[in-house]
């Protein structure tokens, strides 16, 4: 049974960085692409980025210069890594993983984020 | 960036009634575009890609259809679980782009 959970700070002050762990199961992360998206209230869903089976990555570029994502295959966990966070981050942060090229045929629940001081 | 427009924003409907949601894309997509449901506690499930494969598990009436720019959804006969938030998805260009959702709701 696949399954992908998100785990996050739920609360992060203005300025510093966001860290999320996307745990999987049922499938391994050397055989899918696994992106993360984000909904807020301003921009609705945005993609940010995925990290390929073979573990490159591709990022949006609206986040470019303060996104990382990676991995630990041996953990089955994805993480994401956001620096510089505004009050316009605050949203919910969902791991999925890619099926067929683009397409997200799984989620997690989703990770709930307040960027507040 | 390619653009996805969504219409209509809202949708009041009956149980057991046929709807269309409609979606446009800013340029030609080559038919590269998903659809998925959005629950009210979060839950995001994927229901067609490619406009119009139906992911394993989803009701028969639920269908895709659309070329160019233009695409839709369509559910055939309404069931009470189907009342959600519904967003295409683009994945024809990086980067990815979703609509901006349309809200099934009881009439």
């Known amino acids: 049974q696949v399954q992908l959970k998100e785990t996050g700070p739920g609360l992060v002050q203005p300025t510093q960085t966001l860290s999320i762990t996307c745990t999987v199961s049922?499938?391994?992360?050397?055989?899918?692409?696994m992106q993360w998206v984000r909904q807020t209230p301003g921009k609705g869903l945005e993609w940010m980025g995925f990290?390929?089976?073979?573990?490159?990555?591709e990022y949006n570029s609206e986040f470019k210069s303060r996104l990382s994502i990676s991995r630990d295959t041996s953990k089955n966990q994805v993480f994401l890594k956001m620096n510089s966070l505004k009050t316009e981050d605050t949203g919910v942060y969902y791991c999925?993983?890619?099926?067929?090229?683009?397409?997200?045929?799984?989620w997690g629940q989703g990770a709930s984020v307040t960027v507040s001081s | 960036d390619i653009q996805m427009t969504q219409s209509p924003s809202s949708l009041p409907a009956s149980l057991g009634e046929r709807v269309t949601i409609s979606c446009r894309a800013s340029?030609?997509?080559?038919?590269?575009l998903n659809w998925y449901q959005q629950k009210p506690d979060g839950t995001i499930k994927p229901l067609i890609y490619?406009?119009?494969n139906l992911q394993s598990g989803v009701p028969s009436r639920f269908s895709g259809s659309g070329s160019g720019t233009d695409y839709s959804l369509t559910i055939s006969s309404l069931e009470p679980e189907d009342f959600a938030m519904y967003y295409c998805?683009?994945?024809?260009?990086?980067?990815?782009?979703f609509g901006s959702g349309t809200k099934l709701e009881i009439k």
């Open positions: 999925a993983r890619v099926s067929v090229p683009g397409y997200m045929d799984a």
């Open positions: 049922g499938f391994s992360l050397t055989s899918y692409y």
């Open positions: 990290i390929r089976s073979g573990g490159s990555t």
């Open positions: 340029q030609g997509i080559s038919n590269n």
């Open positions: 490619y406009t119009s």
């Open positions: 998805q683009q994945d024809a260009s990086f980067p990815l782009t």
